[in-house]
């Protein structure tokens, strides 16, 4: 079972952090986002082993990160921009081709999803 929580509304230019609780880790742990009438797209992701991935669109602004011990993922959003608005989502998988690691289609297991609107 995954939970996210944290999202919110923010003025563009500002930040919010993202929680995913999870029941337990998959070796593949990601976030993605779903903006009215797109895609579900990936945002980034992190392995078993810390490596981290992340769409061309949120580096440097964005940061994954997790926390073995307490079964939660994060995501931390800075310099927040309009376009970020969406539905973020955490995910799960067991295993995932490197080249495919933020395709939604990779992930089994997925949260019910938490609003960011960023205005």
């Known amino acids: 079972q995954l939970v996210e929580s944290g999202g919110g509304s923010v003025r563009a230019g500002g930040s919010l952090t993202l929680y995913c609780a999870a029941s337990?880790?998959?070796?593949?742990m990601g976030w993605f986002r779903q903006g009215p009438g797109d895609r579900r797209e990936g945002v980034a992701c992190i392995g078993s082993d810390g490596s981290t991935s992340y769409a061309d669109s949120v580096k440097g602004r964005f940061t994954i990160s997790k926390d073995n011990a307490k079964n939660t993922l994060y995501l931390e959003m800075n310099s927040l921009k309009t376009e970020d608005t969406a539905v973020y989502y955490c995910?799960?998988?067991?295993?995932?081709?490197?080249?495919?690691?933020?395709?939604?289609?990779?992930?089994?297991?997925w949260g019910q999803g938490t609003q960011v609107t960023v205005s």
């Open positions: 337990r880790f998959f070796p593949c």
């Open positions: 995910a799960g998988a067991n295993w995932v081709r490197r080249d495919r690691a933020l395709s939604a289609d990779e992930y089994r297991y």
